[in-house]
């Protein structure tokens, strides 16, 4: 388990500034290790897997996936009660592939989080 201490500062407050309106915040990452986050949707529309392809490619493939369907139907029957995984065969530092236990409409939000 990888572990991250780290403070988030607003820049804004260590610098003078007497202007009548107050600057929106500036937040900074202070850590004592890098931390990279890409975050990322995928639509399915009556599928099983979709494969999610990062902005930037992470510099390997030891990072962590977070996968949460969102509830998007108008109706009550629940279209997000499926079950979602990581397939771990097709996991690389440039994609990864969400599967579903069943074909379902609706959207997955999709974490990646690497630690060092």
């Known amino acids: 388990m990888a572990k991250v201490k780290g403070r988030v500062i607003d820049r804004n407050r260590y610098t ?3 202007s ?3 600057a929106p915040q500036r937040l900074t990452y202070i850590g ?3 931390l ?3 975050l990322g ?3 399915f529309k009556n599928e099983e897997e979709k494969v999610f392809t990062f902005e930037a490619p992470f510099p390997n493939d030891n990072y962590t996936i977070l996968a949460q369907p969102r509830d998007t139907a108008s109706s009550s029957a ?3 009660d499926v ?3 990581i397939d771990n065969a097709t996991f690389s530092r440039n994609s990864v592939t969400i599967k579903a236990s069943m074909a379902f409409t609706g959207v997955v939000d999709v974490i990646a989080v ?3």
Do not use: F, H
């Open 20 to 22: 009548l309106r107050r």
């Open 32 to 34: 004592n290790t890098d």
């Open 36 to 38: 990279s986050v890409e």
């Open 16 to 18: 003078k500034k007497y």
């Open 78 to 80: 629940g279209s997000a």
């Open 114 to 116: 690497k630690v060092g």
């Open 83 to 85: 079950n979602i995984y």
């Open 41 to 43: 949707t995928l639509t």
